[in-house]
């Protein structure tokens, strides 16, 4: 597989009474999505984590981003090189980020957290069963 590039977005959702990050990076060919991660804090630590995760499974490559001041530094800081969304790969990943959305917004009012300190690990493993769900469509449309 030729890849030319990473799309990378995180987006906020609210669990409980508290926001978290998903953080998604796809491919632009098919719109498989490479790598989900879950976090409760959105920062250059948990970006370049992120990101190293997607260079560990799939190499090296260019990393589209938003204007999120978080990117660049990791990006630096992996020999990475980085650039701003085009209007075609911001929509692409803007598309994906809000199908996410769209299905978690139940979140709140059906799966509401109960536990103080949570992990988070319900909707860790929510996040991997909607990943999963998603590339087995785009490999079967």
């Known amino acids: 597989k030729n890849m030319q590039e990473f799309i990378v977005d995180e987006t906020s959702i609210k669990v409980g009474s508290e926001l978290v990050w998903p953080w998604i990076a796809i491919e632009p060919e098919k719109g498989q999505i490479l790598a989900q991660s879950m976090s409760q804090e959105r920062n250059m630590f948990v970006a370049e984590h ?6 560990h499974d799939y190499g090296i490559h260019h990393v589209s981003t938003d204007g999120g001041t978080w990117y660049p530094m990791a990006c630096r800081f992996l020999k990475l090189k980085h650039h701003v969304h085009s209007l075609w790969e911001k ?10 959305k769209d299905r978690t917004e139940s979140f709140d009012d059906y799966f509401p957290c109960q536990r103080e300190k949570c992990e ?15 590339n087995k469509e785009r490999i079967n449309a």
């Open 91 to 100: 929509s692409l990943i803007e598309r994906k980020m809000q199908y996410l």
């Open 120 to 134: 988070l690990n319900h909707i860790k493993n929510w996040l991997r069963l909607f990943v999963c769900m998603h």
């Open 50 to 55: 992120f990101l190293s995760g997607i260079v």
